[in-house]
Structure formats: structure tokens, C-alpha cells
């Protein structure tokens, strides 16, 4: 992400004729393993004597240093360090006799005389191999000196010039003005200079006219378009879902943070951060949040008989798969299925970076909707100008009201003596919608029928279940959450499919823990202690083939007064079971209640009418 800002130098090279000085230069140098030697390995003889142990012959391994020092069956080495002579390996490279050659000439490869040399020359230096260039750590080099000074404007130039040098060759002339301007326009905007500009750039005489003309082109905006149209095609960004109906995604936003993140040269460092774990990130800002739509960006799908698992482990492979190779410059996924055959990477580290992204809370199934859950909604700056007024005047009035209020007295009715002024009220929590902030999960995704085809007791919606074994669907995090009071009652209606009753059903609340449940059957399901708040049973199952209410005592469940429960779980153990309408039974006002607003807005008004 680091732009160079000044000096940027763009020349052609002029290759001519390598001299013979240049030739015996080159054999004086030490031979590079890795630049070398290890592409002439891997080109010729990885297939038969490489990291695939199926298909390696003669038990000779070429792709490691113990592999090339080890002895062979015959009682030779296949290397021999400073003794060419003595390697076998170099000794079936000239071999004329076709049954002793290597490579086989079946094999339909061949070295070249130069890259037999190479090899020998290698052996005679004491056959030193390294690491795979990709994994070691880089190291700064010092630039090395030049015969041609002139030639040097900054540091690059020196690592240019030196092995132009080397090569007998020398640079070719720079390029016109006209050549200068377009071919870097082209390289920083993806897009040829206009006329105008062209003009403009050659009338400029002055010294440093060619820095100027980089400046004005990084501050261009579609520098970051440019740019970003290779981060998204590595990041697999598309405005559609790419499989089944294909339909509309709308995280156009993120694409539009890349491009933002190029133009302001974020440091590539916060630039991996954000787009990994933006939302994960202490108070993270709705740009961190839009960020990590990185993730959100691989092919989904609602196909009909799809089966969710599978897809969920697509979804997570192609993470780790996009992952590693944008960011690690690696094909991990090879280690899908094995070992990784050419980097040092197992299937067990494979899974251990899966396991991350297989913490996403989100479904399966895409639902052939714009914006599948998880969302979030991201206003335009007027819009959140306008939240940010609206809030305040919801402020201002409450503290208006507040103050008249405070300027009036009035009489309480009478209240018999050892009653409550307040009679228990019901609140709905959930009913065709999860509460607010609510989370949705499950070992499968939640899954909601309408009353035109099945049993729906309140609304339009019944969420529903079928199970072989133990199954549940719940959700966490509802935001404001249910306030217990002393006494209160929690309740929900359920339908047991009469022809595929379960066995069990249990509900679960979550105060910051999962410890409040409430059984009905055999008490099969696992959880919690036995005839405690964490398992208590409520007795038989309700009837078959109706809806039926559930209460629960929050005392029953350990929810104390004061409790604020923020998840509901409904759980079953076999069968299909149908639930409808949840909530409590209670005298402590909850957020959003309709009765507590109007008891303010009663008073208020009698206030008026005494003043």
C-alpha cells in the first residue's frame, strides 16, 4: 500500500547481445539454489522423486536436503557435496545409455546442456540448498555500488543498473515525454492521459515536472479504482449471490471502502486488520464494520435441497482458501483433503484455520434475499445528521415533559389496602419477528411457516422444527432484553404434530448464561442438573394437535428480579413442534411497552387540565 511518492522511475530495457565477458562473469558467481537450481528440480524431477510419496521411484527424494544427501539402496548418494563425479544424480544426468539416463527419455523431458552445467557447477560448490523463498524472512540489502553513477537517480536504480551490469547489458534510453506520461497514467489509473493532459505535461519545463505528474495521479480518485479492481477480483466481490437465482447483493459499500482505502493510502497492515476482524474490533466504527465484508463476499446459495452442512462447509473452505491466498500468497487448499504435497502446511492446520470462520453467525441458505443475515444498515451522512437531530428532539420533549409534570400535583386514586396498584399486563417478546438485536442460530437455521399451509396460533408466523435426535433453534444478544420482576411469568404457546410428537421439548432463557431450563416428557435431554433451576421439570407433554400455553415461574428457572434475559431457546428432543407467540407475565414495565408511554401521557394530561 506504501506509494513511491518521488523519483519514480519507469524505463524500458534494451536487451542486446550477451558478451563472452559477460558469460565468464556469470560462471565466476556462486550458483543460487533457489533461483537456480530448485525450478530445475521441480520442472524435471519432483514428479517421480518429489513430495508425493505415491508416485515417488526408487525411494530417491529430491525436494529436501535430507532426500538429497540420503543413500541409496545401491550404497551410493545421489549427492555428494563438492564431488559431482561421485553423485549419482549428476552421473544419470550424462549418461548416454538410455536404461541408466534421467530423466527416462520415455519421460519426454530433457535438460539442456546449461542447466546441466548449473547443476554440476552447484554440486562442486558443496550442493548448499535453503528454504523455499516464499518462507523465509526477507532481508535488507545494502545497494550495491555501479560503474554508470549517472545513471542512478534513487536506490532502485542501483539493484537495476548492478544486474544489468552483470549481464554485460545497459539500459536503454529513457522514454519520450509523450511515452512517459501515458505509459504512467496507465499504470497508476488504468486509463490513458486525455489531450489536455498530454499537452499540459509536455509544456512543463521545470525540474521536477515528471513528480508532479505522479503526485496529481495518486490523488486522483481513480487511482483507488484502478487499484481496488485487483484487491476485489483476489477478494471474489460481486453485486449478485453467483449461484441459483442469482439475484441482487448489495455490499457495494465494501467495494466502495477499498476503493476509499487505496485513495488514502491506509497502511496495508490496518488495511488486513479491518477487512479480517473489522467488527471484531474494540468499539468499531461503522467503516471497520463495512470492512469485514471481506468475508461476506463468497458465493452463497438457496438451491431446494441443498443440505445445509455442506454448504456451510463450502462457505468456510472458500474463506480460507480466499484467505490464505490473498493474504499468504499460498494455495492452502490442497490441504482440503491431505497434507499439503508442495508447502509446508498439514490438513490438521488447515481445520485450525477453518474453525474460525466456522464461528459466522449466518444461514445456509441465502433466501434469495438483497441482504441475507447478518446485515447492517448504513445511513447516508445526511440521514444520520437527520437520526442524530430526531434523537434530540426525543430528548427535548421527554425533559419538557418531565418539567411540566414536576409543576403540577395531583391525587392517586385509592388503592385497597394488601393490592398492587398495577395488575400483572402480558408482554409479547416474540411473536412473527425475533425481539430487536436478536441473533438467530441453531444446529440448523430457524425455519418459519405461515398460517395458509400450517399451524400458526397469533400473526402470520409460526416458527418450526423436525428432529431426529436432539435439535434446537434460539437466538442471544436481544437488545433492550426482558426485565424480570417478583412474581413474573414466562409463557409461550406450542403444537406437538400429533402423527411425529417428540419426546421432549424444553424452553432455556439466557441471562448471560444458558443455566434457566424448563422441561416437558421423558427428560432425555441432557442439560443441566436434574429437578434444579437448570433442568426443572414441568411434567408430561402438552396435548397433541393444539396449540397449548406454557407458564413457567421465573423463580421455577433461577431468573431472579432484576434479571434481564437477552436469549430464548427452543429445544426438542425428535418430532416436529411448531411454537407461536412468547413473552412474560409481568408488573415491570419492558422497553417499548405500550402502557408505561400512556400512564405518562394520562398524567401528563391531568396535569393540564388542573393548571
Given amino acids: 500500500m506504501q ?308 454448504v456451510f462447509v463450502r462457505y468456510n473452505v472458500d474463506r480460507v482458501e480466499t484467505t490464505s491466498t490473498v493474504f499468504m500468497g499460498l494455495t492452502l487448499g490442497c490441504s482440503v483433503c491431505h497434507d499439503h504435497k508442495y508447502d509446508p502446511f498439514t490438513q490438521k492446520e488447515f481445520y485450525q484455520l477453518y474453525s474460525f470462520f466456522n464461528n459466522i453467525a449466518e444461514n445456509a441458505m441465502d433466501g434469495n434475499a438483497n441482504g441475507p443475515p447478518p446485515i447492517m444498515k448504513v445511513p447516508a451522512p445526511e440521514q444520520t445528521a437527520e437520526l442524530a437531530a430526531l434523537d434530540q428532539q426525543i430528548v427535548s420533549f421527554k425533559q419538557k415533559i418531565g418539567e411540566e409534570l414536576a409543576k403540577v400535583e395531583y391525587v392517586e386514586p385509592p388503592v385497597a389496602e394488601g393490592t398492587d396498584r398495577a395488575a400483572p399486563q402480558e408482554f409479547v417478546w416474540i411473536d412473527d419477528e425475533l425481539p430487536a438485536g436478536a441473533k438467530p442460530q441453531g444446529n440448523t437455521p430457524w425455519q418459519f411457516v405461515v398460517k395458509a399451509d400450517k399451524p400458526v396460533f397469533s400473526g402470520e408466523k409460526a416458527s418450526t422444527r423436525t428432529a431426529t435426535g436432539l435439535s434446537q433453534h434460539f437466538f442471544t444478544e436481544a437488545s433492550p432484553g426482558l426485565k424480570v420482576g417478583e412474581g413474573d411469568k414466562l409463557f409461550a404457546y406450542v403444537f406437538l404434530e400429533p402423527e411425529k410428537p417428540p419426546k421432549e421439548i424444553m424452553m432455556q432463557w439466557n441471562d448471560g448464561v444458558w443455566e434457566h431450563r424448563a422441561i416437558w416428557g421423558e427428560d432425555i435431554i441432557p442439560w443441566g442438573a436434574v429437578n434444579s433451576p437448570s433442568r426443572f421439570g414441568m411434567g408430561t407433554l402438552p396435548e397433541t394437535g393444539k396449540w397449548v400455553r406454557l407458564e413457567v415461574d421465573c423463580a421455577q428457572v433461577g431468573l431472579k428480579p432484576g434479571a434481564v434475559i437477552n436469549g430464548w431457546a427452543f429445544t426438542q428432543h425428535d418430532g416436529t413442534v411448531y411454537w407461536d407467540k412468547a413473552g412474560i407475565i409481568t408488573r415491570t414495565p419492558q422497553a417499548g411497552q405500550a402502557f408505561e408511554s400512556q400512564l405518562v401521557w394520562e398524567n401528563y394530561e391531568k396535569a393540564q387540565s388542573k393548571s
Fill in 3 to 310: 506509494r513511491v511518492r518521488s523519483k519514480l522511475l519507469i524505463a524500458g530495457v534494451l536487451f542486446c547481445g550477451v558478451s563472452s565477458a559477460a558469460v565468464s562473469q556469470a560462471q565466476t558467481r556462486k550458483v543460487d539454489f533457489n533461483r537456480e537450481i530448485r525450478p530445475i528440480l521441480s520442472n524435471i524431477c519432483y514428479k517421480c522423486h518429489g513430495p508425493d510419496e505415491k508416485e515417488r521411484k526408487a525411494g530417491l527424494r529430491l525436494d529436501t536436503a535430507e532426500g538429497l544427501a540420503a543413500q541409496l539402496e545401491s550404497g551410493a548418494h545421489a549427492i555428494v557435496p563438492g564431488k559431482s563425479a561421485e553423485s549419482e544424480a549428476f552421473i544419470r544426468l550424462i549418461a548416454t545409455d538410455p536404461n541408466e539416463k534421467m530423466p527416462p527419455p520415455s519421460s519426454g523431458k530433457m535438460l539442456a546442456p546449461q542447466q546441466i552445467e548449473l547443476i554440476r557447477r552447484w554440486i562442486d560448490e558443496g550442493a548448499t540448498t535453503r528454504g523455499h523463498w516464499a518462507f523465509l524472512a526477507p532481508v535488507r540489502s545494502s545497494p550495491p555500488p555501479v560503474k554508470h553513477e549517472t545513471n542512478v537517480r534513487n536506490a532502485i536504480d542501483r539493484f537495476v543498473l548492478a544486474r544489468l551490469e552483470q549481464e554485460g547489458l545497459g539500459p536503454a534510453p529513457e522514454a519520450d515525454r509523450a511515452t512517459l506520461i501515458r505509459r504512467v497514467t496507465f499504470d497508476l489509473t488504468g486509463l490513458p492521459p486525455t489531450v489536455a493532459e498530454v499537452d499540459a505535461f509536455l509544456a512543463d519545463t521545470s525540474s521536477d515536472a515528471y513528480e508532479r505528474l505522479v503526485e496529481r495521479l495518486l490523488s486522483n480518485s481513480r487511482y483507488g479504482e484502478h487499484l481496488a479492481r485487483y484487491w476485489l477480483d483476489a477478494a471474489r466481490y460481486g453485486d449478485s449471490h453467483g449461484l441459483h437465482f442469482d439475484n441482487e447483493r448489495s455490499i457495494w459499500l465494501y467495494r466502495e471502502w477499498v476503493i476509499k482505502a487505496f485513495n488514502r493510502n491506509l497502511p496495508f497492515d490496518q488495511f488486513t486488520v479491518e477487512q479480517l476482524a473489522g467488527d471484531l474490533l474494540p468499539n468499531a466504527t461503522t467503516e471497520q464494520r463495512i470492512a469485514s465484508g471481506f468475508n461476506r463476499c463468497n458465493v452463497t446459495t438457496s438451491e431446494g435441497g441443498s443440505i445445509d452442512e455442506e
